[in-house]
């Protein structure tokens, strides 16, 4: 279902853990991430450690300004091969999310969001967390 204009979208695979090394999803899951770090490395830019271990995915170029379910879609598409690949991570303590940003339009004070059950449903049978992050 189309928003009409009324928000931009954008939704990236982060894998968390507070003990694991994030080679550990690249190995498991044979995808090569945008970007990886691990729990004590220096985050740029600032002079402190990481407290976890990360590992994200970002959407390809050409599906950045897509609805929300065809992004949703892509990541469901992407993980549903490695499903047992996830299902072990998360049950080694690595947290799996699609952290997707929601960019109300400005002349709009509220956006609907809506996700199909069948795609909610999809992403629940995977282990994976939708976070919704709003702002105007």
């Known amino acids: 279902m189309a928003n009409d204009g009324e928000y931009r979208n954008s939704c990236t695979l982060m894998i968390l853990s507070g003990q694991s090394r994030s080679e550990e999803v690249t190995l498991e899951l044979g995808i090569i991430p945008d970007r990886q770090w691990n729990r004590g490395d220096t985050i740029p830019g600032l002079a402190r450690p ?3 271990s990360g590992w994200k995915k970002f959407l390809p170029a050409e599906l950045a300004d897509a609805e929300l379910s065809d992004q949703l879609a892509y990541w469901i598409n992407l993980f549903n091969p490695k499903k047992d690949s996830l299902l072990r ?6 947290h799996i999310s699609l952290a997707c940003g929601i960019y109300a339009a400005e002349e ?9 059950p069948a795609l909610a449903e999809d992403i629940g049978k995977l282990g994976i967390e939708l976070r ?3 702002s105007a």
Not at 89 to 94: C, K, P, T
Not at 108 to 116: D, E, G, H
């Open 50 to 52: 990481y407290d976890w």
């Open 132 to 134: 919704l992050s709003f």
């Open 108 to 116: 709009n004070r509220t956006a609907s969001i809506i996700v199909p």
């Open 89 to 94: 991570l998360a049950n080694n303590g690595f």
